[in-house]
Structures are given as C-alpha cells and as structure tokens.
C-alpha cells in the first residue's frame, strides 16, 4: 500500500510525512486520554489494550483513503480490521495533514497557512499570484432542508462546494481553500474571505484573475489584471483591433494558466474529482489535499528560458 500509485506521494516523502506527524498524533492522543482520565496517569506508560493500526498504517490508511476514494469497508478487509477502526484512524490524521499548510519552493522549512502568509511572502519574493475558483461536486442535501439550494452551481447545473486557489508562476499551490456552497459567486468569496483585504493591505503585490474576478480588478486596477474588455461592436471594428484584443487575451490567458494547472493537480485524488463523503468535512480533505501536493509540486526546479545569445550561438553550431 505504499506505492505511489496507491497513497499519492513518493516513499521518501511518505517516510518525511511519518517523521512530522508522529510527535503531533502522539501529543493528541495523550491530550485526549488526559482529558478522558480528568487527571494524570495512573498505570505505567504503555499499560493496556494496543492500537489494532500502527502510526505508519494509519498514515498510510489515510493517504490511501485520499488518493483512490477506497471506503473503509474495502481498507479493513486489507489490513483485517473492522471499518470503525478505519474511519478513527482517517478522522485521526486527516486534520494533522489539513494543518500542516502549503510548502514553499525552495523554503522546505517554511509553510503558508494563512492568507496573509501568502501575501507576506508574494510581497517579499515579487511573486505575481494566479489566483482562479473551481468546484467539486458533492452529494445532494436532504429535501427540504435549510439552505438546499445554496450549493446548486449556475454555472454547472450541480450540488458543488467551491474553492479558490493561490498558485505561482510554475502553478505551484501555495494556498488553497476559501470553501463556499457552489451557489455564491467567486467574486463574493474574495471579499468575504479576505482577500480584497490583503491587496489593500500590501499594494505592492500582484494578481492574474479570470473574468470572474472583473470586480476585483476594477477595484484594483494596479494590481489585479483581469482578461481586456471585449470592444463594443467587435464585428463592424478594424482587424487590427479585433486581432489585438484577442492577442491580449490569449497573453494573459498564457500567463494565468498555470493556476488552472493547479487545480488539474488537485483533481488527480479521487474525492476532488466527485466528492460523495459529508459536505461537512470536505474543507478539511480538500485542505489535507492540497498540501500534500504543494510538498511534490514545491520540489519541481524552475525553468529558466535560454537567453537569446544562447539561442544564437546554438543555432550557429549547429
């Protein structure tokens, strides 16, 4: 079970995962018997009933769990325990790893958690953020329950939870989250979680949003560029202006699509292509997710393009 295709990250970042985690389980597991107890200790360390999973197997369980969708009923016949033990072990470790916040390239000790984080760092580094929305599709509400239709999407005719995604320029997640019913528009999520807020905060960070976000950059023109307005009367318009608005959408749509590549990174684990668990807890598995592959994608070397010299003097070799 701990191959890749199976848990999702290399063997080396499974080890790395185990390594962080293990003191942080331990300490919740002592908090809860602590508290169960009312009091400290009274038998020797160790004393009673031993764990049916091992860290590593639940660590492993989990990862599994994320990465294929398997229910817990097919992972206790695996590891030949019941689906109770399963589900404890999944609610157990998946909050350590939505905690765990979004790796930055080239920084492994350093984590963005927060919002401000990721504008504190785009604002220290000069990284231009690529900011885009996607939704998940998730069960049906009850009939006739309160809020019912506040996750029908008008966009996909579906039941979804939407969230908003950070990336960089290589569309390595840095943040991602802002969980909203897939009724409410992208560009009230921004304001309502914030991040209307932070451009105000630090002017000197910029942003490359879709058509969504048309608000956002009329309210920010100096940091936030949206796609160009389409001109009024394109088809009676001269072709060299109907070939340089498309020109320019096509250059900011090159520039913004490393964002859209982010999210394609997020949908290759099964519960974030159609999410059938409780809506309840699916911020929580998005955000285990998505900093699991912020950790492979901050590892990826950047690209630099050869400088014309260099193409010059190739060309002349060869």
Same mark, same amino acid.
């Given at each position: 079970?701990?191959?890749?295709?199976?848990?999702?990250?290399?063997?080396?970042?499974?080890?790395?995962?185990?390594?962080?985690?293990?003191?942080?389980?331990?300490?919740?597991?002592?908090?809860?018997?602590?508290? &169960?107890?009312?009091?400290? !200790?009274?038998?020797?360390?160790?004393?009673?009933?031993?764990?049916?999973?091992?860290?590593?197997?639940?660590?492993?369980?989990?990862?599994?769990?994320?990465?294929?969708?398997?229910?817990?009923?097919?992972?206790?016949?695996?590891?030949?325990?019941?689906?109770?033990?399963?589900?404890?072990?999944?609610?157990?470790?998946?909050?350590?790893?939505?905690?765990?916040?979004? /790796?930055?390239? @080239? &920084?492994?000790?350093?984590?963005?958690?927060?919002?401000?984080?990721?504008?504190?760092?785009?604002?220290?580094?000069?990284?231009?953020? !690529?900011?885009?929305?996607?939704?998940?599709?998730?069960?049906?509400?009850?009939?006739?329950?309160?809020?019912?239709?506040?996750?029908?999407?008008?966009? !996909?005719?579906? =039941?979804?939870?939407?969230?908003?995604?950070?990336?960089?320029?290589?569309?390595?997640?840095?943040?991602?989250? /802002?969980?909203?019913?897939?009724?409410?528009?992208?560009?009230?999520?921004?304001?309502?979680? @914030?991040?209307?807020?932070?451009?105000?905060?630090?002017?000197?960070?910029?942003?490359?949003?879709?058509?969504?976000? &048309?608000?956002?950059? =009329?309210?920010?023109?100096?940091?936030?560029?949206?796609?160009?307005?389409?001109?009024?009367?394109?088809?009676?318009?001269?072709?060299?202006?109907?070939?340089?608005?498309?020109?320019?959408?096509?250059?900011?749509?090159?520039?913004?699509?490393?964002?859209?590549? /982010? =999210?394609?990174?997020?949908?290759?684990?099964?519960?974030?292509?159609?999410?059938?668990?409780?809506?309840?807890?699916?911020?929580?598995?998005?955000? /285990?997710?998505? @900093?699991?592959?912020?950790?492979?994608?901050?590892?990826?070397?950047?690209?630099?393009?050869?400088?014309?010299?260099?193409?010059?003097?190739?060309?002349?070799?060869?």
């Amino acid at each position: 079970m701990s191959h890749p295709s199976f848990c999702g990250v290399s063997r080396q970042h499974l080890g790395e995962l185990i390594e962080e985690l293990a003191p942080r389980w331990e300490a919740g597991c002592e908090s809860g018997r602590h508290e &169960r107890r009312q009091g400290a !200790r009274l038998r020797q360390a160790g004393a009673g009933p031993e764990y049916e999973l091992v860290f590593t197997d639940r660590v492993l369980v989990t990862l599994v769990h994320l990465r294929t969708g398997l229910t817990h009923a097919a992972l206790g016949v695996i590891y030949e325990v019941g689906s109770s033990t399963i589900g404890r072990a999944i609610r157990e470790i998946r909050p350590l790893l939505a905690k765990r916040g979004f /790796a930055v390239p @080239g &920084r492994p000790t350093l984590r963005l958690r927060t919002l401000a984080d990721v504008f504190a760092y785009a604002d220290a580094e000069g990284v231009t953020l !690529r900011i885009d929305g996607t939704e998940t599709q998730v069960r049906r509400p009850e009939p006739h329950s309160p809020g019912r239709r506040a996750f029908i999407s008008g966009k !996909r005719k579906q =039941n979804t939870i939407k969230t908003t995604t950070i990336s960089d320029h290589q569309g390595r997640t840095l943040w991602s989250g /802002a969980e909203r019913p897939g009724r409410m528009h992208d560009q009230t999520a921004m304001r309502t979680e @914030g991040i209307a807020e932070q451009f105000r905060q630090r002017p000197r960070v910029r942003a490359e949003v879709d058509e969504g976000y &048309r608000g956002l950059a =009329n309210e920010f023109p100096d940091q936030v560029i949206a796609p160009p307005k389409k001109p009024k009367d394109l088809d009676s318009a001269p072709p060299t202006e109907k070939y340089g608005w498309r020109e320019a959408r096509r250059r900011q749509s090159s520039r913004r699509i490393c964002v859209e590549h /982010a =999210n394609a990174e997020h949908r290759q684990w099964r519960p974030l292509q159609r999410y059938t668990g409780r809506r309840e807890e699916y911020g929580e598995t998005h955000r /285990a997710i998505a @900093g699991l592959v912020s950790d492979r994608a901050a590892k990826r070397t950047t690209r630099h393009k050869p400088s014309t010299e260099l193409v010059l003097v190739r060309k002349a070799a060869c």
